[in-house]
């Protein structure tokens, strides 16, 4: 009994975690769509996410209130789902804002790369059936075993890559990434800003 209402409480707290992506996406995909998909909106994000990144590494590690997914509550998932939301502005990680948001919240390293991989399941699979749905006219029933296929193959590729990747950060600093956010920002911003490369079509 006590581990089937451990495996509910996670379960509930990924729902929780879920719902802000939700309710934001529907309420502001389009305008996201038609104004932030730009070379400078995108470049200033990843730059400001490798400050915000090598910022939250060398916090000292006292910060921690959270050492396991298992003891996160209901508003913690919230929380976590709330900073979520910010990967839809382009040029934000999904995974990187949850696990540095974790870990700016109080998860340690292990539980913030945890809840950000079992939340990563509902979000992907919820935005993929969100963008067939609003691609039906396209489709026809002779495209579905092509479907059927690609999303079986895509999800146990994701799944396998994705949890080794997990594992490799819930044990490694984030460093390394977050200057190649910055150096790869400030390159588009250069050739945008020279006209070295048209970004945007």
Known sequence: MPYRAEAQRFAFNVFIGFLPAV???LLLGKAIQAHLFT????????????LVILWAERRPPS??????VDDMRGRDAL????????????????SGATIIGGMLLGLSRKAATDFSFFLAIPTLIGAGVYSLYKHRALLS????PLFAVGLAVSFVSAWVC???L??????HSFEVFAWYRIAFGLLVLATSHFGWVQWQA
């Not at 070379?39 to 490798?50: E, Y």
């Open 162 to 164: 994705v949890r080794w």
């Open 63 to 68: 910060t921690v209130r959270i050492r396991d």
């Open 141 to 144: 029933v002779d495209d579905v």
């Open 39 to 50: 070379p400078g909106v995108v470049a200033s994000t990843f730059i400001l996410g490798g």
């Open 79 to 94: 929380k976590v789902g709330l900073v979520q939301c910010l990967a839809m502005i382009p040029g934000t990680s999904r």
């Open 23 to 25: 309710v934001l996406g």
């Open 166 to 171: 997990l594992r490799f950060i819930a044990s």
